[in-house]
């Protein structure tokens, strides 16, 4: 394992890049988030990382992320939009209904379709209006239940915003059953820019009777924030991933094919 590259650019750098532009500009250190995509892939070899679009969407980055053989979260149309213009890769070898999820809960149908349209078949939904949605298109697309896991550690805590109470996933599960939507798996997001991965490997613990109960589950979707030093300083990112796989090892479900965390937001 490499080590830490340095989290911010040097002065000197940053001096240089002012003085040739007259005009704001975005600076990227394209080897910073491909070394923490490395270290995910080091910590955590059972799973596929998907990077958050909304984080930074700049095409030589998704172009350097698509080489490495990373998966993407998106959000919106525009995102997976952007994604196709930026790597022609994902014309051959890149499989959009393989390494694409569309995460956000709530879509209209229009959006559904033309997600499909372009590839993505993978959809999240965290209650039962955005499950029925999903009946329309249930031959033509998997969906991931979100459930809500609240942290008191993140600086960034999602449980209020997104996902559905625990004590009604099975219920959530059962609809799907019944209505004929083709549930595959289970995600959540413990928050970002935790102090702990210990919030993330109790959720998993979590999830695991779900997956005995429902055989259909084949997907986990741990969500992201690990927490990173934005000053770059010392991190305890690894010891964090590290719970992570020890969770996953020893609690969670028994060996579900597909896993991911994100990279990049939440």
């Not at 999820?101 to 559904?112: A, C, D, L, R, Y």
């Amino acid at each position: 394992m490499t080590s830490a590259h340095p989290a911010i650019l040097s002065d000197e750098v940053l001096s240089s890049v002012a003085a040739e532009f007259d005009t704001p500009v975005l600076v990227a250190q394209l080897d910073a988030p491909l070394h923490s995509y490395a270290l995910l892939r080091h910590h955590l070899p059972r799973v596929t990382p998907l990077y958050a679009m909304k984080s930074l969407p700049f095409p030589p980055l998704l172009r350097a992320l698509v080489a490495q053989g990373a998966g993407f979260d998106v959000a919106t149309l525009g995102e997976i939009d952007m994604l196709r213009a930026a790597s022609p890769q994902l014309n051959s070898n890149f499989n959009p209904s393989l390494y694409i999820i569309h995460s956000h809960p709530v879509k209209k149908e229009s959006e559904i379709a033309g997600a499909i349209r372009r590839g993505v078949t993978t959809f999240v939904v965290d209650c039962v209006g955005e499950l029925q949605k999903m009946v329309r298109f249930a031959r033509r697309s998997s969906v991931m239940l979100r459930i809500a896991f609240a942290s008191d550690t993140a600086m960034c805590n999602l449980s209020g915003k997104f996902g559905c109470p625990f004590a009604e996933a099975r219920d959530l599960l059962h609809l799907a059953r019944d209505i004929g939507v083709n549930i595959v798996g289970i995600a959540f997001h413990t928050g970002s820019q935790a102090e702990s991965g210990r919030d993330t490997a109790a959720a998993i613990a979590a999830v695991a009777p779900l997956f005995e109960e429902f055989a259909e589950l084949t997907t986990l979707d741990i969500g992201g924030g690990f927490p990173l030093d934005y000053a770059g300083g010392a991190t305890a990112a690894r010891a964090n991933l590290d719970l992570a796989l020890s969770a996953l090892e020893h609690g969670s479900p028994p060996g579900p094919p597909h896993l991911y965390p994100r990279g990049g937001g939440g």
